[in-house]
């Protein structure tokens, strides 16, 4: 399997001259977008993903771990850290809406983790819910054993007790992807079927997807599906 790989030649990294305050460009990701992370990690669970050309405000220091990081916080108000690589130097300044409470933290730790605004419609993983029945998630790609680097195509049925649950939001991560994105499907029909096609890029051989599903009254489940790229 192939790396994803952004090549911003001939722009300098941002990491270099970035100072609290100054605003900053997502770049080098594609249509891909770039996570946002509530700590400073590449297993840090997410609170967003911020589109290709997103505009962001440096909030703090960069903090080095098992890459390079930039505090941010975005137009919508959410803090969290960003992949430094992925930032270029950005002039134009990002609005946050007067009536989102955002936290100017100063980063009094390394390893502190930056307080978020999350959408109600986007949770961080791992955040604790309301209790719900678990899902059962099914998983099938319409190129199981794709001969070609085109686009895949991804098909979640999500039921509980025999019956489809709609309106669950569904998310996936491809395996060994860098940077890794967790992708946002289509919320699920009347039939509890979501959908989702993206770019393969370089995938070669078995590529391991990880799906997980969240209804509306915080039931959750998830599956683990392969497919083959000859």
């Known amino acids: 399997m192939g790396l994803v790989i952004a090549c911003l030649l001939g722009v300098p990294a ?9 605003n900053a460009r997502v770049t080098g990701t594609g249509s891909d977008g ?8 590449r297993t840090a669970s997410m609170i967003a993903v911020e589109p290709e050309g997103a505009v ?5 220091p960069e903090q080095v771990t098992d890459r390079s990081w930039l505090p ?5 108000g959410r803090v969290g850290w960003l992949a430094a690589e992925y930032l270029t130097r950005e002039t134009v300044a990002v609005a946050t ?3 989102t409470p955002v936290r100017n933290v100063a980063l009094e730790s390394p390893g502190l983790a930056l307080p978020t605004a999350t959408p109600r419609s986007m949770p961080p993983l791992g955040a604790e819910l309301e209790p719900g029945l678990p899902l059962t998630v099914e998983v ?3 190129l199981p054993e794709p001969d070609r680097r085109d686009r895949q195509e991804i098909f979640v049925d999500v039921t509980r007790n025999s019956q489809p649950v709609q309106d669950v939001l569904v998310r996936f991560i491809v395996e060994d992807e860098d940077p890794e994105v967790e992708r946002e499907a289509s919320l699920t029909n009347v039939n509890g079927r979501s959908h989702h096609d993206w770019s393969m890029r370089k995938y070669r051989g078995t590529t391991i997807v990880r799906v997980t599903a969240l209804a509306p009254d915080g039931g959750t489940g998830k599956a683990t599906r392969s497919f083959f790229v000859k």
Request: net charge positive.
């Open 72 to 76: 941010v916080r975005d137009a919508q």
């Open 140 to 142: 099938r790609f319409k």
């Open 14 to 22: 941002l990491h270099a001259f970035a100072q609290p305050g100054s």
């Open 97 to 99: 809406p007067a009536a």
């Open 34 to 41: 770039l996570i946002l992370r509530a700590e400073a990690s």
């Open 56 to 60: 962001v405000v440096i909030i703090g």
